[in-house]
């Protein structure tokens, strides 16, 4: 199980955090981009990011929560991330974002939202690297994981006879509770406050990790 972690709700403390979190063998940290019109909320310019290689020396998954995030995608490459993913409801031209983002030589995720049908999913599946299954409402850190949402993660594992290229990730309530749900059908997952919230990072990576 891959860990990456959140720091959506520590961005006022991103360089403290991001040093806990290079302690750690936590595999990836979790950059929330948010515009203020996709959800409600803004997080992450990327000029609060410019230096982030200073201090950090994990790889970076960037998910943009924003509309029109082809118009991100320069920017943010700048960063050199492992992943960028998009949400298919945020652009009107989802293989136009997966060019662009695979033309920057870094993978592609697709995030779906709890009311996403898997069906829309499906085309594009042979072309993409991570499928990010939310399981919470996109846009606020701290909330409960919806259990509904392992349903979804269980379909789309199960497509993988089909598709084999990606892999699949959670993000949203992830706690050593919720994740007994999901262990099956993930191959990461991601935790914000569950790890950002607790005295010793490792060790609540390791109870995701068990």
Do not use: W
Not at 58 to 86: A, C, Q, R
């Amino acid at each position: 199980m891959k860990i990456s972690v959140s720091i959506l709700k520590e961005k006022d403390n991103i360089k403290d955090v991001i040093e806990k979190i290079n302690l750690t063998d936590a595999d990836y940290i979790h950059i929330d981009v948010q515009d203020n019109t996709y959800t409600s909320n803004i997080s992450f310019p990327v000029e609060t990011l410019n230096n982030i290689s200073d201090y950090n020396n994990k790889k970076l998954d960037i998910h943009l929560m924003s509309n029109n995030p082809e118009e991100l995608i320069d920017e943010y490459s700048i960063l050199n991330p492992e992943y960028i993913t998009f949400h298919l409801e945020a652009t009107n031209n989802p293989y136009g974002c997966i060019q662009k983002i695979k033309s920057k030589g870094i993978k592609v995720g697709i995030a779906l939202n709890p009311e996403t049908d898997i069906n829309n999913l499906v085309e594009y599946l042979p072309y993409i690297d991570l499928v990010l299954v939310m399981s919470v409402t996109p846009g606020l850190g701290g909330q409960s994981f919806l259990d509904n949402t392992s349903y979804k993660m269980e379909e789309i594992s199960k497509l993988k006879e089909r598709f084999s290229n990606y892999i699949i990730s959670a993000d949203g309530g992830i706690n050593d509770k919720t994740i007994n749900l999901i262990r099956d059908y993930v191959d990461m997952v991601v935790s914000g406050s569950f790890i950002t919230d607790s005295n010793d990072y490792q060790y609540s990576i390791d109870l995701l990790k068990e």
